[in-house]
């Protein structure tokens, strides 16, 4: 929800990266409403694995631009991403007989 504010309200570091993508700042709003949602998710019950689900393909996307496009450091995505598979798999519904 942090990294979404931080979007939407044009911080600079926020600004200069999406110049950096090249697809213009209208993709950084867009972004910004899907980690919002993905974020909100989380904190709903019953909603929490969409969200998860949400904020792992997002991350993945976050990854894959910085390893691939903008360079720089992809390790803190890559951090992000594993932790939202990490709530992906705590939110996943056990089958009966399952702890």
């Known amino acids: 929800i942090a990294a979404a504010a931080a979007k939407m309200f ?3 570091m ?3 990266v999406f110049d950096h993508i090249g ?3 209208w993709l950084r709003y867009v972004v910004a409403v899907i980690e919002l949602t993905g974020g909100v998710m989380l904190l ?3 909603r929490a694995l969409y969200g998860a689900l949400i ?3 997002t991350m993945l996307g ?9 360079g720089g450091q992809w390790q803190p995505a890559a951090g992000l991403f594993v932790l939202s598979l ?3 798999w705590l939110n996943v519904p056990k089958q009966e ?3």
């Open 97 to 99: 007989g399952e702890k």
């Open 55 to 57: 904020l792992s393909a």
């Open 10 to 12: 044009s911080a600079p």
């Open 86 to 88: 990490l709530l992906v």
């Open 44 to 46: 709903l019950p019953g």
């Open 14 to 16: 926020m600004v200069e």
């Open 62 to 70: 976050a990854l894959l631009t910085h390893a691939l496009i903008i």
């Open 23 to 25: 697809f213009g700042q």
